[in-house]
């Protein structure tokens, strides 16, 4: 049986990021993924539902993804948790000062967390899959959860995220795709980055019957 999840989505800072409050709805634990800025109003998301944060996740270490984290750790003391590939690249300072200018924004802090491919977080009752999709970054993950798929910006409604950037690889990002999205059940739940699509959200399914770059490059192919 899967666990009750509450999930609260709001578009945030400079890029309009989805910034994501997850919760075990048993226990009330809880994650923020990607905090993109405007700590005080998820300082308040937090509180008015009454949820008790246990991590800071980030689907990948872009500063419009990461803005807040530092803020919210000064109320939440929480370990910020990313891929370890995004941790060691963002970390080198050619890179750093490259994605600073790319974004106009400070390149992330170190992780307290590095997480894996495959990794587990337990939150209450409910398990956190680290679902490893480089592409967009060298680092870019999913997060599953209860049948929700955190996609950051690896995969956005009918539309996948930018691959120009430093480090991006398109080639990569289809792998990705074909290897860890589309062999997920159909009716997961897919909760992008950014709200570039028709909808807020979509699903499995529904990507691979729609999304140019699955049908495209992967199905056609
Ligand atoms: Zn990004
Ligand atoms: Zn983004």
Known sequence: MQAEVIIRQT???PYRVNTYLLACAQTRKAVLIDPGGEAE??????????VEPVYILNTHGHADHVLANQQLQKVFPVPV???EADDIFFAAAEVREKSEKELGLPAPAPADIRLTDG???????LQIKVIHTPGHTPGSVCFLAAGNLFTGDTLFVGDVGRTD???GSLDTLIHSL???VIVLPEETIIRPGHDYGETPTSTVGREIKENLYITDFILAG
């Open 11 to 13: 578009a945030i800072g």
């Open 41 to 50: 109003r998820l300082i308040k998301m937090v509180r008015d539902e009454g």
């Open 81 to 83: 948790c990313m891929h």
């Open 119 to 125: 990794q587990v977080l337990t939150v209450g009752r």
């Open 165 to 167: 950037l430093t480090g």
């Open 178 to 180: 074909r290897e860890k």
